[in-house]
């Protein structure tokens, strides 16, 4: 390969939450591991791989310039984008006035529910759902209703489309959030798929926002489908929401994108997120993403995905040849794991808070997955080298799943 996936960087001392984080954050973060191991960060959702070298240059050549002042976006940010979309998602007809900037996919979700909703209306989510989700609408007032997701008898998560149905009619909702692909699973949905759900949003008159953060990462043998690309209806209906921060690992300069054909809407959510005269683009921000989606970006990418696809597969096998009791539907994008862990914690008289304590005593720092919605469940990062992967997994199967009593 031509770019680095392969070397374990240090990253303490320098910002990192998943690694600096650990121990402090009580609820939240992983407790740090006991004597004798050291921590691989497998819980929030960013990369241990060094980025694309381009954003570091793109960074550095702007950073040079001796003036930071009150700027606009330059037009090669808008055609980035443009161009992005057309070739990784085969979308046609994207102009710059339909994009518009967010300081991050939450806040994106939380202006257009402002929007869309009164305080106290109710929202349609599917479950398992993301934290960021649970929180930011929550906490903004709004009532969650959660559709769950049902796994078929291939092991494939799929929408419940009759209980959708009967969600929508009963309850007078009137704006649903759609997370694709879907965290915390990794489903890809497939077109058929978001045109059945899509219908029933038209059916309700349920306005869309759709999180398509995760859409560059799909694994081998799956494709995104732009949530606006599978009618005229869809494309008029919904508020999609993209950035480069998790295809590139960049959360930590924010920024984000909405694309929203619909005028009336895309004026109402521009005023909503401009009125606080927070949801304002960083500099250095609109520098990394022009990086990051220059000729390098898109290879890197390429790159970046063969080897998550190989270590979905390894943590997969490995979980059905080796952890008796523990669950896995395969996914089919992101680079997260969802366990389910009840049957294992049934035959084992333990608690999910037990085993994942255990996990974490060896320096396993996974996720806990209740606050996702799965009652005995476990999420795990599976974005670092492949080495560090099979450490993780080889200290799960001799400590902590088949640990001798």
Same mark, same amino acid.
């Given at each position: ?195 059945? @759900?899509?219908?029933?949003?038209? %059916?309700?008159?349920? =306005?869309?926002?759709? *999180? +398509?953060?995760?859409?560059? &990462? $799909? ?68 520098? @990394?993403?022009?990086?990051?989606? %220059?000729?390098?970006? =898109?290879?890197?990418? *390429? +790159?970046?995905?063969?080897? &998550? $696809? ?83 997994? +080889? ?11």
């Amino acid at each position: 390969m031509k770019y680095d996936f392969t070397t374990i960087m240090d990253r303490h001392g320098m910002d990192a939450m998943a690694v600096d984080g650990l121990g402090e954050m009580k609820g939240f973060a992983p407790s740090a591991p006991r004597e004798g191991f050291d921590a691989i960060p497998m819980w929030v959702a960013d990369m241990n791989f060094p980025t694309v070298p381009t954003i570091q240059e793109a960074i550095i050549e702007r950073v040079q310039h001796p003036a930071f002042g009150y700027f606009k976006p330059r037009e090669e940010y808008y055609q980035s984008i443009i161009l992005w979309q057309e070739r990784r998602n085969q979308v046609t007809g994207l102009t710059e006035e339909c994009i518009g900037y967010e300081n991050g996919v939450i806040g994106g979700v939380i202006s257009a529910a402002n929007v869309l909703c009164s305080k106290g209306d109710k929202i349609l989510l599917h479950s398992p759902t993301y934290i960021g989700f649970t929180f930011g609408l929550g906490g903004n007032g709004y009532q969650l209703v959660h559709s769950p997701l049902k796994i078929d008898d291939a092991g494939t998560w799929r929408m419940d489309f009759a209980d959708m149905e009967e969600k929508l009619r009963t309850q007078n909702i009137h704006c649903a959030v759609f997370c694709s692909p879907f965290n915390p699973v990794g489903r890809v949905w497939e077109r058929w798929e978001i045109e059945q @759900a899509m219908e029933l949003f038209r %059916k309700y008159d349920v =306005y869309v926002i759709s *999180d +398509e953060i995760w859409s560059d &990462l $799909t694994l081998e043998g799956h494709t995104h489908i732009p949530t606006q690309s599978v009618s005229e209806d869809a494309r008029m209906r919904t508020v999609a929401l993209y950035a480069p921060s998790k295809t590139f690992n960049l959360a930590g300069l924010v920024g984000s994108y909405h694309i929203i054909y619909n005028k009336w809407l895309r004026d109402r959510i521009r005023k909503e997120s401009a009125n606080t005269h927070y949801n304002e683009m960083n500099v250095l921000s609109m520098h @990394a993403l022009i990086g990051a989606y %220059k000729e390098e970006g =898109y290879q890197w990418l *390429d +790159e970046l995905k063969e080897v &998550l $696809t190989g270590n979905v597969n390894y943590a997969c096998d490995y979980i059905a040849q080796h952890f008796e009791g523990v669950q896995v539907c395969r996914p089919q994008g992101t680079y997260m794991l969802f366990l389910d862990c009840t049957e294992w914690c049934r035959t084992h008289g333990k608690t999910i808070r037990e085993l994942e304590q255990a996990c974490w005593d060896v320096g396993v720092a996974l996720q806990d997955g209740r606050m996702f919605h799965g009652p005995c469940h476990l999420r795990v990062n599976l974005a670092l080298p492949l080495s560090r992967v099979k450490e993780a997994f +080889e200290r799960l199967d001799r400590y902590v799943f088949n640990r001798e009593q």
